[in-house]
């Protein structure tokens, strides 16, 4: 069933309010839901099919938060945004680092490449020869750099290409070419292939009517022409290297993605927070573990709460799913002209009618890690009411380049 527990618990209810109020935080601030955090990942581990779960960091961003999901058996490895962030966790203490996209980071090659413990920890994505030309030139003779392949996963309909855009690696023959430009390298070392399918992993199939129809035969057509292209494309790549890892899925498609057989780990990272992209999939069962909080600033008129900031607005094309939701009080909603704001949002509906100035607004945030990036701190809850700080990149200085 779709996930159904999108407020903030009474345990979080009572323990966030009085730090605010005794000053220990200040708003506008982040909070997770321990015990719903630990619920997310068991049912996750469920869904996965006894494949590990590859940690997504972009999706948490806190180095404790990641340390909590790692902590969970089914779980193993990270899977990181970019070869700095790779950097910032292999000198946190983390190892098994897969970086999801292309370095062409000059610096940060240079640093990986000169560093053995780096080199053992950390792997590059590449997906054309002018990312091995870069790790080549970077490393100046250091070395091997392990490397690993993305595969194109986009469904092709005629007319239209569905889902990320990410490589341009997509035949079994432009892996076989460029696998064998990898090998031919002794500064690089092939150790895995990534082939994420995006149009699956982040498309709802529980919504309802027309939309909810498409959305269904969308992702099961996706796997269906996806399942044979991948297998022919893993097995051209293990012509040429022993590989330690086939990655693919997402929150949204873990449990789809292990029953297609050919990847040997999955990927995730949102589900621990579940944002409300995920409301509407029917097998994701779980809680929503992190919110941000507003302060009410200002009561413009009878029956509007202005509060300060709010306007979190999430990546991707812009539209209605991409706004933050308010979730405690209940029945506010966005002003038609003025939306979620940078510096203030005014808010209307039953709910103002029962808030004063200085109270908290809870809202959900439209995608999972991109609220850490608005706060220096998440205040992370325990059931018995205990509370601890949690770090985020933006507190410690780290962007993701």
């Given amino acids: 069933m779709p996930s159904t527990v999108i407020s903030p618990s009474q345990t979080l209810l009572a323990v966030v309010p009085p730090l605010v109020e005794s000053g220990q935080i200040a708003a506008p601030y982040a909070a997770v839901d321990i015990a719903a955090f630990d619920y997310n990942a068991k049912q996750m581990v469920g869904r996965a099919r006894g494949l590990p779960i590859r940690v997504a960091s972009k999706s948490l961003r806190s180095v404790a938060a990641l ?69 080549e030139a970077a490393a100046q003779g250091a070395g091997p750099v392990r490397v690993a392949i993305d595969l194109d ?65 969308l992702r099961r057509t996706s796997m269906e022409q996806l399942a044979p292209r991948r297998k022919a494309c893993i097995d051209a790549a293990r012509q040429f290297a022993d590989l330690e890892f086939v990655n693919g899925g997402g929150t949204g498609s873990l449990d789809v993605s292990a029953d297609e057989g050919t990847l040997t780990e999955l990927a995730a990272g949102s589900g621990f927070y579940t944002p409300v992209i995920f409301d509407n999939f029917a097998t994701v069962n779980h809680r929503a573990a992190a919110f941000f909080i507003c302060q009410v600033s200002r009561i413009p008129a009878k029956g509007w709460a202005t509060v300060n900031s709010g306007g979190w607005i999430a990546s991707g094309p812009p539209a209605a799913d991409r706004v933050p939701v308010a979730v405690h009080p209940g029945g506010l909603k966005y002003s038609a002209t003025e939306g979620a704001g940078e510096v203030q949002t005014p808010l209307h509906g039953p709910g103002a009618s029962s808030v004063r100035v200085g109270d908290l607004v809870w809202f959900r945030h439209a995608k999972a890690g991109e609220m850490t990036e608005h706060v220096d701190g998440i205040v992370a809850v325990h059931p018995d009411g205990t509370a601890e700080t949690w770090d985020t990149y933006r507190g410690n200085g780290w962007t993701l380049r």
């Fill in 67 to 135: 340390r909590r999901a790692l902590d969970h058996d089914g779980f193993q490895g990270i899977l990181s945004y970019s070869v700095p962030e790779a950097i910032h966790l292999a000198q946190a203490g983390f190892d098994d680092i897969v970086v999801a996209y292309p370095c062409v980071n000059t610096a940060a090659l240079r640093e990986l490449a000169a560093d053995q413990k780096l080199r053992e920890t950390i792997t590059a994505m590449v997906d054309c020869t002018e990312h091995l030309e870069l790790i």
């Fill in 153 to 217: 996963c986009t469904l092709h309909l005629p007319g239209a290409v569905i889902g990320p855009r990410r490589s341009p690696v997509r035949t079994p023959e432009q892996v076989e070419e460029l696998a064998g430009a990898i090998v031919d390298k002794r500064c690089l070392r092939l150790v895995g292939v990534m082939a994420y399918e995006g149009q699956v992993a982040s498309v709802a199939d529980a919504e309802s009517g027309v939309a909810g129809s498409v959305k269904r035969w």
